[in-house]
């Protein structure tokens, strides 16, 4: 059996480890009151360097992408924080927004219609 290696980038780790983290916690368990004070320790410490990563990588261009769907992946994953925790992404929402819609503008130049 021959298996594709190839490098990743270290965003797209980050984004995969995140993504599947937010999907288990989301499947398994509803963000009910006793999930909020697990998310209030686990997540908020460390959630403004995940965004911050987040945005840096939607943010660099595609040249330095090496796996085309990080992107999305990100995007994914923002949802889900914008989904399941808006009241700790509040803070963020204006840098993802503008973020997410210069990366519309730009890939528009791109990929026209």
């Not at 999907?23 to 009151?33: G, K, T, V």
């Not at 085309?68 to 929402?93: C, E, Q, Y």
Request: charged share 15%; with cysteine.
């Amino acid at each position: 059996m021959l298996f594709y290696s190839r490098p990743y980038d270290k965003s797209y780790l980050i984004g995969c480890i995140f993504t599947r983290f937010l999907d288990s916690i989301q499947r398994y368990y509803p963000l009910h009151s006793l999930l909020q004070q697990a998310v209030k320790q686990l997540l908020v410490p460390v959630l403004p360097k995940f965004v911050e990563a987040f945005l840096e990588a939607l943010q660099s261009s595609d040249e330095a992408v090496t796996d085309t769907g990080i992107k999305t992946d990100i995007m994914k994953a923002l949802t889900v924080l914008l989904k399941n925790v808006p009241s700790h992404m509040g803070a963020h929402f204006k840098s993802i927004v503008m973020c997410i819609w210069q990366l519309l503008v730009n890939s528009s130049e791109l990929y026209p219609f």
